[in-house]
């Protein structure tokens, strides 16, 4: 008789419940979050580690070297404004796209060569979210490297002090929105092909720095242009304007060019999840 209370089928129904399934299934924040910490984990690989940390000391290096040439030479205004043209160039025109190409375009191709690109698939979050979550990994990292290397760089100028505040903070806000537009962009070639290195290559040769100094219409689609239009107004920048006469044909409104980054780094993100949504693994490499 006592055999029939014990026959219950508890435990298999007790899996079952939302209240047992819920915990993998409600945290796509949780799922998110452990993809960016995959990416910052990739970032934090010694031969990656090594380029970025490369590329942020040779700034503070060359400034060291050129400060005992010439800028020690100068002073006041004159000094400020050659500093501050040497941080445009070194950080907002070639770190930082350099560093985004780098990463950004190895976001995905390389969960898809490593073969872990099917386990991201299968986490309870959107598909875009993958993208979204690696680039903002990728967002944080080249933005405190270039941020680091900018600080050094003043230190190395012995800026500090009474031109920090027309120099080092404009630099605080334009180098991670310029990396947010650079690292959205190169992310999206890699989710659309595999050549995504070599395209971003190319594109920052051909489109992003020639393109930025013509005054032509076709200045638009450089990421520098809107990049430049975002810092030169700001600070002790504005006075490059004057210094250097090709930069008024080719700077925009500061309105229109955060605009344009913010759009920029929102459109590239969306492309390349509505990409990523549709495909089954991401771009493998071609022979």
Known sequence: MSEGPAITPVSPITPMSPGA????????????????LLEASALAAPRRLVVLVL???LPPAAALLLDAIRAAELSGEERTLWVAGFLYIAHLRALVPV?????????????SEG????????????RAGILGAKWLAAWVAVSGFALASALATA??????????????????VALPAAAAAYLAVFGLLGVLTSRALILGL??????????????????????????SSALLPMGSFRNLL???????????SPASA??????????????GGLRLRHRQHAPTRET
């Open 21 to 36: 399934d819920a915990p993998a299934e409600r945290s796509p924040v949780l799922a998110l979050a452990g993809v960016a």
């Open 55 to 57: 590329l942020s000391v």
């Open 99 to 111: 560093a985004a190409l780098y990463v950004g375009s190895s976001l995905l191709p390389d969960e």
């Open 115 to 126: 073969g872990t690109l099917p386990y991201l698939l299968t986490r309870p979050v959107p």
């Open 155 to 172: 230190l190395a100028f012995g800026i500090l002090g009474a031109g920090v505040g027309g120099v080092l903070a404009p630099l605080l």
């Open 202 to 227: 190319l594109y920052g040769l051909l489109f992003d720095f020639l393109l930025a100094q013509t005054p032509l219409l076709a200045r638009r689609i450089a990421l520098a242009h809107w990049a």
């Open 242 to 252: 004057d210094a250097f006469p090709i930069l008024p044909e080719t700077v925009a």
């Open 258 to 271: 955060w605009v344009a980054l913010a759009g920029i780094t929102a459109g590239a993100l969306a492309l």
